[in-house]
């Protein structure tokens, strides 16, 4: 058996009763997991496909929705060494809670629906006929009112007491005219217990001041400055509180 010195003694298990497979499941398997959990009634197609996860477009009765998917073995990590299924349905709750955490405290994100082991489900974003661009490939009618909707996007975030840690027009997608932040596979919770507040704080400010960067660069194509400074002001009155850091 290939790689069993990686795998703990539960996933030996599960490998010998037939639990879970070795090969990464393909497309028909992970559409059967998402039915079979209840994600969803239908799985369509595959709208995305990162570095760890893949997206599917997907219909629960008459509504559409996604369903994020971590994958269980091929991912981009160095090594390639297999993953097991505790893991990603550990990130899978990370970015599950985080995007229930945005979204409640009033954050521009997909709706989230439920987590089952590796994969969530969230609001689609996007008509019938296709899905929302991302930024980076969506041409803006207004940029300029689309710079002030993002740069109160990346606030209403961070009022929420999230900060992105992978900001780019890459994780927002272009909706109904507006900014949909996306991807919060990595984001930080700045009043989360655990490390030191200012370890915390320094840590989201500087992921802060790296998307706010990216956005900038993003809007000099048309020609807009985004204040990188001011946005960063806003962002440490909201999450920094206490003037730790
Ligand atoms: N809620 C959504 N509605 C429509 N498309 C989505 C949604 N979430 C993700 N996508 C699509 O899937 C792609 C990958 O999603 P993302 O969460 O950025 O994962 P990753 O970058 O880790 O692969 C996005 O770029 C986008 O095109
Ligand atoms: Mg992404």
Known sequence: MPNEEYLDK?????????????AEP????????????????????????????????????????VVKAYRLYRTAHRGGRPIKLETMGQRALIEHDLLCYAWQGGARVPEPGRRV?????????????????ML?????DDPEAFLRATVAGVEALAEAGVVHSDLS????????GQPWIIDL??????????????????EALTAAAAGARALKRYFERYGLTLDV??????VRAKIDLFRVV
Not at 169 to 176: D, G, K, S, T
Not at 229 to 234: A, G, K, V, Y
């Open 10 to 22: 539960s996933v030996h298990w599960k490998v010998r009763s037939g639990l879970i497979a070795f």
């Open 185 to 202: 596979a990595s984001g930080i919770r700045v009043d989360r217990l655990g490390t030191p507040a200012w370890v915390r704080l320094s």
């Open 229 to 234: 400074e001011d946005l960063m002001t806003r």
């Open 26 to 65: 393909a497309y028909r398997e992970v559409a059967e997991a998402i039915v079979e959990c209840g994600l969803a009634t239908e799985v369509g197609q595959r709208l995305g496909s990162g570095k760890e996860a893949d997206v599917y477009l997907c219909r629960e009765g008459r509504r559409l929705l």
């Open 117 to 133: 082991e590796n994969m969530f489900s969230m609001q689609y974003l996007g008509t019938p006929a296709s899905a929302a661009p």
């Open 136 to 140: 980076q490939h969506a041409w803006l």
């Open 169 to 176: 027009p890459f994780n927002i997608l272009v909706h109904e």
